[in-house]
T-cell receptor
Framework: EAQVTQNPRYLITVTGKKLTVTCSQNMNHEYMSWYRQDPGLGLRQIYYSMNVEVTDKGDVPEGYKVSRKEKRNFPLILESPSPNQTSLYFC???FGPGNTEAFFGQGTRLTVV | GESVGLHLPTLSVQEGDNSIINCAYSNSASDYFIWYKQESGKGPQFIIDIRSNMDKRQGQRVTVLLNKTVKHLSLQIAATQPGDSAVYFCAENWRSQGNLIFGKGTKLSVKP
């Protein structure tokens, strides 16, 4: 089954404790991205990757890091989480940056206390 | 900055009626405009897109209309069903930047 898998689905952590949210896709997509979803603000892009070893900032990259060492994986790293990073996070993938049909994961609800 | 937004945050319709969800956008340079559906507890799911040089595109029970003169996008759902209850997002695609810019969403509730 074609899918984007995120882990974990739910996470509660404390301020400053490094964490990683994993994302994996099995569709051989070149383009992957991370979004955060906040009430009243919709989805905002954090980082994206056009291919292996190619990443770039989205609209709200501060406080986040990503890596793309393999085509299928695109982890999101929070080196020192803060309460304002409490949000619902989505990973997405598509064949290319110009492709309008993005496939989204189930989401990771992160709470930073 | 440029943004994609929505006229109404909530919409309630009777089962079987047609639904119209509206969206205003501000960036005239976008190549595509897209509608996504997000059911509770799930990630957004692609519904339909329309290229910027088109006015109308139809899918299965859905129609998207694009009015570039007033920068307005709408999604029409025919014979709305309970399974259509969700939050609907319009988005625009900037091919050169490779990312989707989402609006804030409209929640559609279908009454049986």
């Amino acid at each position: 089954e074609a899918q984007v898998t995120q882990n974990p689905r739910y996470l509660i952590t404390v301020t400053g404790k490094k964490l990683t949210v994993t994302c994996s896709q099995n569709m051989n997509h070149e383009y992957m991205s991370w979004y955060r979803q906040d009430p009243g603000l919709g989805l905002r892009q954090i980082y994206y990757s056009m291919n292996v070893e190619v990443t770039d900032k989205g609209d709200v990259p501060e406080g986040y890091k990503v890596s793309r060492k393999e085509k299928r994986n695109f982890p999101l790293i929070l080196e020192s989480p803060s309460p304002n990073q409490t949000s619902l996070y989505f990973c997405a993938s598509s064949f290319g940056p110009g492709n309008t049909e993005a496939f989204f994961g189930q989401g990771t609800r992160l709470t930073v206390v | 900055g440029e943004s994609v937004g929505l006229h109404l945050p909530t919409l309630s319709v009777q089962e079987g009626d047609n639904s119209i969800i509206n969206c205003a956008y501000s960036n005239s340079a976008s190549d595509y405009f897209i509608w996504y559906k997000q059911e509770s507890g799930k990630g957004p799911q692609f519904i339909i897109d329309i290229r910027s040089n088109m006015d109308k595109r139809q899918g299965q029970r859905v129609t998207v209309l694009l009015n570039k003169t007033v920068k307005h996008l709408s999604l029409q759902i025919a014979a709305t069903q309970p399974g259509d209850s969700a939050v609907y997002f319009c988005a625009e695609n900037w091919r050169s930047q490779g990312n989707l810019i989402f609006g804030k969403g409209t929640k559609l509730s279908v009454k049986p």
